[in-house]
T-cell receptor, first 116, second 112 residues
Framework: EAGVVQSPRYKIIEKKQPVAFWCNPI?????LYWYRQNLGQGPELLIR????????DSQLPKDRFSAERLKGVDSTLKIQPAELGDSAVYLC??????????????FGPGTRLTVL | SQKIEQNSEALNIQEGKTATLTCNYT??????LQWYRQDPGRGPVFLLL???NEKEKRKERLKVTFDTTLKQSLFHITASQPADSATYLC???????????WGLGTSLAVNP
């Protein structure tokens, strides 16, 4: 079974430039998460999707971040414009999302973003 | 506010010994707790889940305990090996089945 796929693995941009990250979750997983992880920290949830619906985006800085999950499968996270403080690893995770059960999350390798 | 604490300092142990990692939480009553392993340059990988009504869970050399009175979970790796060296993260449910609150992680180094 293929795991969660993310691209690119690394991205270096100058501040004020736009950047986009792509995620392909495990086939059949209804729930998709985007996290940001800074060095020495745990993952911080940015947005959670149930199928194509964003059910929790309370931590997403909406002035510059946007996300979409078309057809409830792949997802894209965008930052425009990027700031120096956005340098971090952006992790995508998915889970089966079966109603009423406890989910464990399956993570991709992450995209390491460096903003210069 | 809700708070999760894990050993802030790295843990160094000799191969063959038991590693014990701690996860404490306050202002919180999670229904379950999960432990994940994270290697450098990779995403976290799920290891074990323990529910509030379970005192202990085991999987091969791993053991997790959950004390809701002390608001603490302990994660043990017995007969540790250098390959166990990684960062270990605890995560608690945030009141629904699919949102987790994450600790900062504890770095474990097992020396040969």
């Amino acid at each position: 079974e293929a795991g969660v796929v993310q691209s690119p693995r690394y991205k270096i941009i100058e501040k004020k430039q736009p950047v986009a990250f792509w995620c392909n979750p495990i086939s059949g997983h209804n729930t998709l998460y985007w996290y940001r992880q800074n060095l020495g920290q745990g993952p911080e949830l940015l947005i959670r999707y149930e199928n194509e619906e964003a059910v929790d985006d309370s931590q997403l800085p909406k002035d510059r971040f946007s996300a979409e999950r078309l057809k409830g499968v792949d997802s894209t996270l965008k930052i425009q414009p990027a700031e120096l403080g956005d340098s971090a690893v952006y992790l995508c995770a998915s889970s089966p999302g079966t109603s009423g059960t406890v989910d464990t999350q399956y993570f991709g390798p992450g995209t390491r973003l460096t903003v210069l | 506010s809700q708070k999760i604490e894990q050993n802030s300092e790295a843990l160094n142990i000799q191969e063959g010994k038991t590693a014990t990692l701690t996860c404490n939480y306050t202002n919180y009553s999670p229904a379950y707790l999960q432990w994940y392993r994270q290697d450098p340059g990779r995403g976290p990988v799920f290891l074990l889940l323990i529910r509030e009504n379970e005192k202990e869970k085991r999987k091969e050399r791993l053991k997790v305990t959950f004390d809701t009175t002390l608001k603490q979970s302990l994660f043990h790796i017995t007969a540790s090996q250098p390959a166990d060296s990684a960062t270990y993260l605890c995560a608690l449910d945030a009141g629904n089945n699919r949102k987790l609150i994450w600790g900062l992680g504890t770095s474990l180094a097992v020396n040969p």
